[in-house]
T-cell receptor, first 114, second 111 residues
């Protein structure tokens, strides 16, 4: 069984479009995250949700809007896509809230904006 | 930037040799974790070491932590071709709700 799944795996779109990436975890975890990995492999936190509540928003442009309909799902909607949004986006989840526990990552969504 | 640094950036060794990767970080931590990322895949957790621990083992992995120097090392003994991947350290920094990742070390194990 897949623990953390993301769809789609690949997303190619043009500048200015709006797109969504979906994430689901079946681990019963309380906390979910979105990370962005750029072309140099730097991995940076974007958002963190705990029990559907936004905990962390790391100065991400407001074109990015996460939505958590329930604690097993965390979707990412991106408006007015820009070239610089091209990256791999990873969803993750964890159970231990403090002092920061192991995170389980999805396979990633490679977004290419042309 | 809170991003940690890892060195070397890339490491190429022969199968059977040991691989050592180092990580430095900037803030105080509760714990430090190491993750592996195979090409085109998500990250997989390898090991977690708490700030009051100095060394931890898991199979062929050995992790050390020196909080006075804000540094950690990951040793993979008797490497295998399947160990070829990127390795990242991650700290919890100033929040339990996020991880701050290092820049990663790309390890190539030649058969």
């Amino acid at each position: 069984d897949t623990a953390v799944s993301q769809t789609p795996k690949y997303l190619v779109t043009q500048m200015g479009n709006d797109k969504s990436i979906k994430c689901e975890q079946n681990l019963g975890h309380d906390t979910m995250y979105w990370y962005k990995q750029d072309s140099k492999k730097f991995l940076k936190i974007m958002f963190s949700y705990n029990n559907k509540e936004l905990i962390i928003n790391e100065t991400v442009p407001n074109r990015f809007s996460p939505k958590s309909p329930d604690k097993a799902h965390l979707n990412l909607h991106i408006n007015s896509l820009e070239l610089g949004d091209s990256a791999v986006y990873f969803c993750a989840s964890s159970q231990v809230r403090s002092p920061g526990g192991e995170q389980y990552f999805g396979p990633g969504t490679r977004l290419t904006v042309t | 930037s809170q991003q940690g640094e890892e060195d070397p950036q890339a490491l190429s060794i022969q199968e059977g040799e040991n691989a050592t990767m180092n990580c430095s970080y900037k803030t105080s931590i509760n714990n430090l974790q190491w993750y592996r990322q195979n090409s085109g895949r998500g990250l997989v957790h390898l090991i977690l070491i708490r700030s009051n621990e100095r060394e931890k083992h898991s199979g062929r992995l050995r992790v050390t932590l020196d909080t006075s120097k804000k540094s950690s090392s990951l040793l993979i003994t008797a490497s295998r071709a399947a160990d070829t991947a990127s390795y990242f350290c991650a700290t919890d920094g100033d929040s339990s709700y996020k991880l701050i990742f290092g820049s990663g070390t790309r390890l190539l194990v030649r058969p």
